[in-house]
């Protein structure tokens, strides 16, 4: 339940991004760029570039668990939820606090979903492998593909904006405070 509850509460968290109107962030880019070139919606736009990155695992060995498949199911129909139910904004200040309030549950779902080691997100398993694999550091090839989806998404016509920015910036520190209140990590 936990997991559930959790991947639940990312989807939103992007969804009310994509909602904002002021930015996303870059694997939603990369999404809503393909949902902009494709008769998709955004939801399955998401559901089919997990697909399309668990493909990715299969020369680098990765082994996808319970979690990993959830990750890719219920956050893209989360996302797509909100997205339908909750509209799209005009006032800036909404705007604004639609952004934060959708890192910071985005933290609380991250902390949620990985302190319950069911297997990591599709995403998350590439960056791995791929650190794995070729031994170059974590932090560069997260870089590497964040840095990457977004340019390709926002070619695409994924939004780039003030929200992609904060995001970057804060999504570190939601999920750092949710796994410090989960008991998972030491406080920083």
């Known amino acids: 339940m936990v997991l559930v509850a ?5 989807g939103t968290g992007e969804g009310l991004l994509v909602v904002s109107g002021l930015g996303v962030s870059p694997w939603t880019v990369f999404a809503q760029g393909l949902s902009v070139q ?16 668990l493909l990715l695992w299969v020369p680098l060995r990765e082994k996808p668990g319970l979690g990993t498949i959830a990750n890719a199911v219920i956050i893209a129909v989360a996302l797509q939820v909100t997205v339908w139910l909750v509209p799209a904004q005009t006032n800036w200040w909404v705007a604004l606090a639609m952004v934060l309030f959708g890192i910071a549950i985005i933290g609380v779902g991250s902390g949620m979903y990985l302190t319950t080691n069911l297997g990591p997100g599709p995403r998350d398993g590439l960056m791995t492998g791929i650190h794995d694999r070729t031994g170059w550091p974590v932090a560069w090839v997260r870089l590497g593909l964040e840095a990457s989806v977004l340019v390709i998404g926002w070619l695409l016509g994924g939004t780039v904006g003030l929200g992609t920015v904060l995001f970057a910036l804060l999504i570190g520190h939601a999920v750092g405070y949710a796994l410090k209140a989960a008991g998972a990590i030491a406080p920083y």
């Open 6 to 10: 959790g991947l639940w509460l990312f």
């Open 38 to 53: 494709l008769p998709v919606s955004i939801g399955l736009a998401t559901f089919l570039t997990s697909l399309m990155v």
